[in-house]
């Protein structure tokens, strides 16, 4: 059994090392808190008129006036708490004289010896408890007995590992629920496959693994290649075999791939098959999928490879706090730094961003690269490289992807940022990459989307419902990096097989170009080719469904393809760009939309005739004239309350140049909006949206011209219907049973609780 001075552990790991082990000896659960605004509370116990509250102080390398320091200041807020029961837990040696000296500076009214513990105390309690201690890694796998025993077992096939290195590890990282995830895999099938993306911590949670097992007196074969593992296995011992990065670069050469994988098959076997081994592998997800896709041994089901495999890299916010919090007090960050990422709760962005990865946390806590800036431009400078994610996904998708898996990523770019359908992905990525891979001289086959989709997902791609995203938003910022190359995306215009997509391109491109005028023009003359088929790529996706089908968007609205077209012409000065939108002026697909298109036709037609604004479209009124009559047949359809309120706004605005047939007939829907007013609101439940509605019809009564009377009689129609809705929900209440307060007692990790975490580091005790 070890005996521990605690040293090695940071402030946080103490306070909850030293809940665990008082709430399992007082059999309750104290709630964490952290120091800061609530007084002090590192713990707290309430249950009924039961209150108790319980404090840790990590002082194993301070003086016993240091801690007597700290508890006189912090004597007055421990009062004002009020609590019938108050501990004291510390990692600084303790005495019985000294254990009286504290008792003074609090109060015999507030502390008691029996509620002071300290070091021996807390060691004899693991011995009681060796659950907690197991569970506590960072805990006994800093001991020197521990750490011995790990450099001992590795010493023939991990030369260069040090108690240093191992030590330092350790204090950054921060335990999380792959650890328990991982183990159980392992427990069960004796094969652990960890896979994710570039600087999640795969290596690290793979060793914490294998010196778990050290712990329990395994040896650990740490090896670089499946010969090393075939000539060390060994069924009478007990063995933990680590392999990181596993398949390297072999993936992306099925040759070599080849000549592996059946040793790799073997030898899974071979450890699945023995009662005293363990395997521990790791691999970039992305290579990992190209191995699956591109060997017919670990594809194989009889091997069932998926049930080995553990994906890591989503973090809580408690966790990735957590990471932070190490690498500051390890890597020994200047206060001052700290004070600046506390300042203004800077921390927080940190901690919440996007593109957080502990490799970036690393990186911007090196004591070395803090001497490259000052304390009061940290944070920028932290949240800058964050909001750079180039040094993260560049070798991963230079190095290691192949190219039909590059451009499955290029044609998602270009997608929704919400997401796309799988189908939808596939027709743009078909196009794509046939047109690239001819281009560049590269093969391509029919079964490329698949396998790259299968590849990829897990790494650089997530899928949800069958709608594809990038797995993390700063892929699509490398991306953008990596795309700002028009000699790259000059190819992509013309394999173009949706409306969205093109447009999403196009204001990327424009980007681009925006230095270079005949870059621009090269660019929009491009898009000839997706010009034509606009006139027949549809706007809306019809879904059948269980009660008949329902509608989705299928591509951009009319108006937005017309608006293209148009900018098209004036920047190529091509008279084909005008012609199409002249064509789908006359003849919309489906019809002019009210939602979609109602408001921007309004503005378009105004401006087609205004003369300032499509000098060089030479059919500018005739489109306008086409237009307008498509609008009139909108109009002359069912048009919504929302889209009549929008359009009338719109008309308000630009409806200078429409003509007065066509504002007659939107009269013509005013008026029919307040005759219709009692079968309209009937259907409505929300007293907010019918307030919406009551606002709405002050505005189109006073345009249609109405008098004040005819506006209130509607008004009271509305009112009425929503007094029936207040008294259903009266009813409602009425006979409904109250369901009481739901007692939630999973922690939560709020901003109060973040900051008070780093808050304790600028203690200059």
């Known amino acids: ?135 506590h890694v960072k805990l006994w796998l800093s001991s020197s007995s521990v750490l011995e025993r790990i450099i001992h077992s590795a010493s023939h096939t991990f030369n260069n590992i040090t108690i240093g290195e191992i030590e330092a590890k350790l204090r950054v990282y921060a335990p999380n629920p792959s650890l328990d995830a991982g183990q159980k895999i392992l427990e069960k099938n004796h094969v652990l496959i960890i896979s994710g993306s570039p600087g999640v911590g795969k290596t690290t949670l793979a060793e914490m693994l294998a010196f778990a097992y050290i712990y329990e007196d395994w040896e650990l074969k740490s090896i670089r290649c499946l010969d090393d593992g075939f000539s060390s296995i060994d069924d009478a011992k007990s063995q933990i075999f680590l392999f990181d990065d596993f398949l390297g670069r072999v993936a992306l050469d099925r040759r070599a791939l080849s000549q ?39 594809a194989s089901p009889a091997l069932d490879i998926s049930k080995y495999t553990l994906d890591v890299g989503l ?26 990422l506390l300042k203004n709760g800077l921390i927080k962005n940190v901690v919440d961003h996007k593109n957080y990865n502990p490799r970036i946390i690393e990186w911007m806590t090196d004591e070395v690269r803090l001497g490259e800036i000052t304390p009061e431009d940290y944070p920028e400078y932290f949240l800058d490289v964050l909001n750079n994610p180039q040094r993260l996904w560049d070798t991963a998708f230079r190095d290691h992807l192949t190219k039909r898996c590059q451009h499955l990523l290029l044609a998602l770019f270009f997608c929704s940022e919400f997401g796309v359908k799988i189908e939808d992905l596939a027709a743009v990525y078909n196009s794509l990459h046939a047109r690239l891979c001819v281009k560049y001289g590269e093969s391509y086959g029919p079964k490329d989307f698949e396998e790259s989709l299968k590849i990829l997902e897990g790494s650089f791609l997530t899928i949800l419902n069958k709608n594809v995203y990038f797995i993390n938003p700063s892929v699509k910022d490398y991306l953008s990096e990596y795309l700002n190359d ?40 491009s898009f000839r080719e ?4 606009f006139l027949e790529l549809p706007v809306w996706k019809r879904n059948e469904t269980s009660y008949g ?144 509605h009551i606002n709405m019809l002050k505005k189109l009564g006073e345009r249609k011209g109405l008098s004040e009377s005819d506006i209130e009689r509607a008004i009271e129609i509305v009112d009425s219907r929503i007094c029936e809705i207040q008294e259903e929900e009266e009813e409602l209440e009425t006979h409904t049973p109250g369901l009481g307060s739901r007692n939630d007692s999973s922690d939560q990790f709020d901003d109060v609780a973040l900051l008070n975490l780093f808050t304790p580091l600028l203690d200059v005790d």
Not at 322 to 339: F, G
Not at 494 to 500: A, T
Not at 672 to 686: A, H, K, L, N, P
Request: proline residues 3%.
């Open 549 to 692: 089908y329902s509608l989705s968007i299928a591509g951009l609205s009319n108006m937005d393809r017309i608006l293209l077209l148009l900018e098209w012409g004036e920047i190529s000065k091509y008279q084909e760009f005008s012609a199409h939108a002249l064509s789908l002026s006359r003849n919309p697909i489906d019809g002019l939309d009210p939602w979609r298109d109602g408001d921007e036709t309004v503005e378009l037609i105004y401006k087609l005739r205004d003369g300032g604004y499509f000098e060089s479209i030479s059919d500018a009124y005739e489109i306008a004239d086409a237009l307008e009559c498509s609008f009139k047949v909108m109009l002359e359809n069912s048009i919504a309350s929302d889209d009549l309120e929008r359009i009338s706004d719109a008309i308000d605005y630009w409806g200078v140049h429409l003509n007065d047939d066509v504002k007659d007939v939107f009269l013509e829907i005013i008026q029919r909006e307040f005759d219709d007013v009692s079968e309209i609101v009937s259907d409505i439940d929300s007293e907010s949206t019918l307030q919406d």
């Open 486 to 525: 028009f000699s790259l995306i000059y190819e992509f215009p013309r394999c173009s097989v949706r409306s969205d997509w093109s447009k999403s391109l196009w204001l990327f491109g424009k980007e681009v170009t925006k230095k270079d005028v005949n870059q621009l023009l090269e660019f929009a003359v």
């Open 1 to 135: 059994m070890n005996t521990y001075d605690f040293r090695n552990l940071s402030h946080a790991d103490f306070e909850d090392l030293a809940r665990d082990l008082i709430g399992k000896e007082m059999g309750v659960r104290f709630e964490a808190f952290s120091e800061g605004p609530d007084g002090g509370m590192d713990g707290r116990h309430s249950k009924g008129a039961d209150l108790i509250v319980l404090q840790a102080k990590h002082y194993a390398g301070s003086t016993f006036s240091t801690l007597k320091n700290r508890m006189n200041r912090e004597k007055e807020a421990l009062h004002k708490l009020n609590t019938p029961r108050y501990i004291l837990v510390t990692s600084h040696p303790l005495t019985p004289l000294k254990k009286k000296k504290l008792i003074e500076v609090c109060g015999s009214e507030l502390l008691c010896e029996h509620d002071i513990w300290g070091p021996k105390d807390l060691n004899a309690l693991l011995r009681k408890f060796p659950d907690i201690e197991k569970s």
């Open 315 to 340: 973090y809580t916010r408690l966790v990735k706090a957590r990471i932070l919090y190490n690498h500051l007090v390890v890597s020994q960050v200047p206060r001052e730094y700290i004070s600046s």
């Open 260 to 298: 592996k994988d059946s040793d790799l098959y073997k030898f899974l076997n071979r450890i699945r098959k023995s009662a005293n081994a363990r395997f521990i592998l790791t691999t970039r997800a992305y290579i990992f999928e190209e191995a699956r896709r591109s060997s017919e041994y670990l």
């Open 530 to 533: 997706v010009a034509k088929i």
